[in-house]
């Protein structure tokens, strides 16, 4: 149960960061540091009630603590304190105190200087030292030539990791390409999970091309998107308590281009429930989840049965799951059913119309072929499938479910995609694509382009 926010949380939540989020976490860092600042400012006033040479001795005594460390940090709020050895009691003690209350606002001011909010996304304010120095946070293998990088490319390369993809990785290699006036820098290997590719501009160490992928610990997925996984799922009436079990992220900028482009994949789970959400910079373009039950049509789940029915020639098979993806960029919505004996239903609407797909996942596998000749006849059967064999399998299935004769309808072959024709009607384009196995077995229709 959580408690009533103190009153310092409830000031912190007003004015401009009122709409960025504090959490608890932020919450506890915030308190360390004052808890030190407080801690400090009590050792400074033992020290101020001593004697000079007691107070000399204490300080210098306690210099090789972790106090040290952040003694600058506290410097100008406590410095008066050594003026007042020789001021009455009284005076110091009220010194003390106002000693004491400029401590504790420096701590306040530091924690908020260490732990503010930025005022777009809510994320923390990056490290002090890393936004004046980025460079500062580059890794380099033992060894490396970085000779050849400036510091202006040094700090386009640690921004563009930072912000871009999320973590630096460790350079493995800087290149000089004098023919394109260019610098080259890699960083991991191209075969792991993380690595980079930047090219600079030789002359201005501005960015030229880059390409990175690096996959994330799912802790440490950037609030800015944490933060709109509940909401994304919820508006799309899936599951919203999934929680992130696999982050990945691609950046890449052509030439030409000024500004990195970042795809961060966020992959959800909770149980057997599953989703997930594609981001485009801080933008999402496709979510996918699970719906909660509420929220599934029954008019589409009725007609999605019926189809199954008919296409295995199964009845009663049951639904395992339901789903909806959207997606932004290629404009497209789709629900899809999960039947029992790995039967599917999946229903798109596009911007370029509506298809409607009965399919079969189960891996029937490829036929043994350990000769030229073999493969040859397997592509024949495929190629030559016979008309009448297609028309009796498909045919059932279109009348029942789309209401469609299939007699006004001619067959089309294409070479270049064996085990697949398309029934289409030239009157009005419409078209019904089919996906077979070598023994006539019927995988998939589609209706629609």
């Known amino acids: ?35 030190w600042m407080r801690t400090a400012s009590s050792k400074e006033e033992e020290m ?25 940090t506290v410097t100008n709020a406590v410095k008066d304190k050594d003026t007042m050895k020789f001021a009455p009691r009284h005076q110091r003690l009220r010194k003390s105190r106002r000693g004491f209350l400029v401590a504790g606002m420096g701590a306040l001011v530091i924690a908020g200087g260490m732990f503010m909010w930025s005022w777009d996304d809510g994320q923390l304010a990056k490290p002090l030292m890393e936004q ?17 990088l400036t510091d202006q490319m040094k700090k386009h390369v640690a ?6 993809l999320g973590k630096q990785l460790r ?70 308590t999934l929680q992130p079990v696999k982050v990945r992220r691609s950046v890449g900028m052509q030439q030409g281009k000024t500004e990195p482009t970042s ?48 296409f295995s020639g199964k009845p009663n098979l049951s639904l395992e799951k339901a789903s909806r993806s959207k997606d932004d960029e290629i404009g497209e919505e789709s629900t899809f059913f999960s039947f029992s004996d790995n039967y599917f239903v999946k229903i798109t609407e596009a911007k370029n119309g ?9 891996d029937y596998g490829q036929p043994q072929i350990s000769s030229t000749e073999e493969m040859e006849a397997y592509h024949d059967q495929l190629l030559n499938m016979d008309e009448n064999l297609l028309r009796e399998k498909v045919g059932p299935v279109v009348k029942n479910v789309f209401n469609v004769d299939l007699k006004g309808y001619k067959l089309h072959r294409n070479a270049e995609q064996l085990g697949t024709v398309t029934f289409k009607r030239d009157s009005d384009q419409d078209v019904f694509q089919v996906q077979y196995k070598e023994d006539g077995r019927v995988t998939m229709i589609t209706r629609g382009d």
Do not use: C
């Not at 310092?8 to 932020?26: D, L, M, N, Q, V």
């Not at 004697?51 to 001795?57: F, I, V, Y």
């Not at 921004?159 to 871009?164: G, K, L, Q």
């Not at 690096?214 to 909401?231: C, D, N, T, W």
């Open 132 to 148: 004046i120095n980025p460079a500062t946070a580059l890794l380099f293998v033992d060894h490396l030539n970085v000779d050849i």
């Open 171 to 240: 350079i493995t290699k800087v290149q000089d390409l004098p023919v394109s006036g260019r610098i080259y820098v890699e960083a991991g290997q191209e075969k792991e999970t993380d690595y980079a590719q930047i090219w600079l501009d030789a002359e201005t160490g501005n960015l030229r091309e880059v390409q990175m992928r690096a996959e994330i610990q799912p802790g440490k997925l950037e609030h800015q998107y944490m933060r709109q996984v509940p909401s994304l799922l919820e508006g799309m009436g899936m599951i919203p």
């Open 263 to 310: 795809y961060t994949v966020v992959e959800l789970g909770d149980g057997d429930s599953y989703g997930e959400i594609i981001w485009k910079q801080d933008q999402a373009i496709s979510i996918t989840g699970e719906l909660r039950p509420d929220q599934i049509s029954q008019v589409e789940l009725a007609k999605a049965k019926k189809a199954i029915e008919v």
């Open 48 to 72: 101020s009630e001593m004697s000079p040479s007691e107070s000399l001795l204490k300080r210098s005594g306690s210099s090789s603590n972790s106090f040290r460390g952040y003694r600058d």
């Open 1 to 35: 149960m959580k408690h009533e926010d103190d009153q310092w949380e409830k000031e912190i939540r007003k004015g401009p960061f009122a709409a960025s989020p504090f959490t608890e976490e932020h919450k506890r860092k915030v308190l360390q540091q004052v808890e």
């Open 354 to 362: 509506s298809r409607y797909l009965v399919g079969d996942s189960n």
């Open 159 to 164: 921004i563009t990791m930072r912000d871009s």
